[in-house]
């Protein structure tokens, strides 16, 4: 099946600091790419959605000069939290669907678990 | 305005019972329907999903059923192992425009031996 790798799996880092996270579609070409943000016990929060070699859409609220999504390739994604402050930090999911649209679901990553000393 | 409405917020079962979680949207354009399992720590992982076309899904103990005109669909795990354990989110979206998934609030679901 369709398989979505996310890294790194956790990562601690000092505020004021950058932060880069990647999303790799293994055995599909990845046309879609979302990014989402989950606090404990909540739901997932739709951040941006990314489609191949354009920029990336923000949901309302969030900032994109923070929050900087590349979709350069067709099987990588990535998402860069600038300039991170401990408000920051959240488990952050990608998920994918490939050229043949949702035929075969949402691929999700297993997460990044961010935070911000 | 939140599109998926789930319930309950969680749900405690016996093993070898039926776990039933609901859901309720309001957008009539919604064509895609799954279900996410997630554990502590992991992304969510495809349960099984459905299409509007069809009242009624199964794949082994899971099973989902749509009522189109309700504007309701909902999951049912028979057989309720404490392996099930876990925090289940319904969803939906669009053909049109960019696929996005528009999830519900999550069910934690504990099965007790």
């Known amino acids: 099946g369709a398989v979505v790798s996310q890294h790194p799996s956790r990562v601690i880092c000092k505020s004021g600091t950058s932060v880069k996270i990647e999303c790799r579609s293994l055995?599909?070409?990845?046309?879609?790419m979302f990014w989402y943000r989950q606090f404990p016990k909540q739901s997932l929060m739709l951040m941006a959605t990314s489609n191949e070699g354009s920029k990336a859409t923000y949901e309302q609220g969030v900032e994109k000069d923070k929050f900087l999504i590349n979709h350069a390739s067709l099987t990588l994604s990535t998402l860069t939290v600038t300039s991170a402050h401990p408000e920051d930090s959240s488990f952050y999911i990608c998920?994918?669907?490939?050229?043949?649209?949702?035929?075969?679901?949402?691929?999700f990553g297993s997460g990044t678990r961010l935070t911000v000393v | 305005q939140q599109q998926v409405k789930q319930s309950p917020q969680s749900l405690i079962v016996q093993k070898g019972g039926i776990s039933i979680i609901n859901c309720a949207y309001e957008n009539t354009a919604f064509d895609y329907f799954p279900w996410y399992q997630q554990f502590p720590g992991k992304g969510p992982a495809l349960l099984i999903a459905?299409?509007?076309?069809?009242s009624e899904k199964k794949e082994g103990r899971f099973t989902i059923s749509f009522n189109k005109s309700a504007k309701q669909f909902s999951l049912h795990i028979m057989d309720s192992q404490p392996g099930d354990s876990a925090t289940y989110f319904c969803?939906?979206?669009?053909?049109?425009?960019?696929?996005?998934?528009?999830f519900g609030k999550g069910t934690k679901l504990s099965v007790i031996p």
């Open positions: 459905i299409r509007p076309d069809v």
């Open positions: 969803a939906a979206s669009k053909g049109a425009g960019s696929y996005q998934l528009t």
């Open positions: 998920s994918a669907i490939g050229d043949r649209g949702r035929a075969y679901g949402y691929t």
């Open positions: 055995d599909f070409q990845a046309t879609t």
